[in-house]
């Protein structure tokens, strides 16, 4: 199975200053050279999140999508020489206020932006609907309901 997404289009915007280390990173200009093409910023956040394409700091600063990468929890580096039970202590702490101060809300961010993306997309093609609805008579169910109402047997 090939590890090509539909959504790669948003690496073709790499420039030649981009990090060869990072063959799956855009920076902020490869966003305005997107966005200049006609690319709005939720398609290009959307793709980044669909194809798993690492967004520099800058980048989404400018998408105002801080929520396109985020780390599960922070490191753990332990003092050199120090009590390991109280660096253990502190890293608990320092990781759960990590976890509800940028996590959690990381996520929040990232539901709302899934939610607007989805109701997007809905709106768009129900704006492209063009059928009608059909007329609905009803004299003809109160026909239908006379006639085999009395054919209905409990």
């Known amino acids: 199975m090939s590890d090509f997404n539909n959504s790669d289009w ?3 915007y790499r420039g030649p200053n981009a990090d060869p280390n990072e063959p799956r990173a855009i920076g902020r200009a490869a ?3 997107a966005i200049a093409d006609g690319h709005s910023k939720q398609g290009i956040a959307a793709a980044a999140l669909d194809s798993k394409v ?7 600063s400018y998408l105002g999508a801080s929520n396109i990468e985020s780390n599960a929890s922070i490191p753990y580096t332990p003092t050199p020489g120090g009590d390991g039970i109280a660096d253990a202590a502190k890293y608990g702490d320092d990781a759960t206020k990590d976890f509800f101060g940028r996590f ?9 932006f899934e939610a607007k993306r989805f109701g997007d997309i809905g709106r768009s093609h129900l704006d492209r609907y063009e059928g009608k609805v ?9 026909d239908m309901f006379e006639y085999y109402s009395d054919k209905i047997t409990a």
Not at 54 to 60: I, V
Not at 104 to 112: E, F, G, H
Not at 134 to 142: A, F
């Open 31 to 33: 966003v305005q050279r």
């Open 54 to 60: 690492r967004l520099g700091p800058l980048a989404r």
């Open 10 to 12: 948003i690496l073709g």
């Open 104 to 112: 959690v809300p990381s996520l929040n961010d990232q539901a709302r």
């Open 134 to 142: 059909p007329n609905l008579d009803s004299s003809g169910i109160k």
